[in-house]
């Protein structure tokens, strides 16, 4: 089934932990397909997901999660917005598309920087204008992300720091 895209002005909820079956929709990557040693974790409670884990830079250096978007789930967005509470370290959003660069899904990469605030947690703004393309960490060239093919969206850390980090993710929005 493809959606309808967002009609301006107004937001479709991709992602809310309030829903019970949205746990089992997330997987996790650890750097351990690189030769790394970084473990992230997810555990489901309290109407949001905790990511937990180490990150460890000798070998690799990230841990990431992501799911599945329904076909046309983005189309017509301009924004995406998080909901999240974070431990001070940099977490990104990851998006994937049909694009590819030898034969690899691009992936398309913004930080979550704290922009608002609902009560204990911050909300970060992504321009899906400004998103930044990577494949195995290296930059490419890439075209624009086109929301309408969106695949998948996920976060991953990957700051280049040694060491343990708990962030919770409560909502993911595209907006319009």
């Not at 089934?1 to 009609?7: G, N």
């Not at 624009?144 to 929005?173: K, N, P």
Request: glycine share 12%; proline share 3%.
């Amino acid at each position: 089934m493809t959606l309808a895209p967002i009609e301006p002005g107004t937001c479709r909820t991709l992602v809310d932990f309030s829903d019970p079956d949205e746990f089992a929709r997330w997987e996790v990557v650890n750097d351990g397909v690189m030769g790394g040693i970084s473990k992230g974790h997810i555990e489901q409670g309290d109407d949001a997901l905790a990511f937990t884990g180490t990150l460890n830079t000798n070998g690799g250096g990230f841990t990431s999660l992501r799911r599945e978007l329904s076909r046309g789930a983005m189309a017509g967005a301009r924004t995406l917005r998080f909901v999240y509470s974070g431990d001070g370290r940099t977490y990104e959003a990851t998006l994937r598309s049909n694009a590819r660069e030898r034969g690899r899904r691009i992936a398309y990469r913004a930080p979550l920087t704290t922009e608002e605030s609902e009560g204990d947690w911050s909300v970060a703004v992504i321009d899906l204008a400004d998103l930044e393309t990577s494949l195995f960490g290296k930059d490419v060239d890439a075209p624009a992300f086109a929301t309408e093919e969106a695949h998948s969206i996920g976060l991953i850390i990957a700051d280049g720091i040694d060491g343990d980090f708990v962030m919770r993710l409560q909502r993911i929005e595209a907006c319009a």
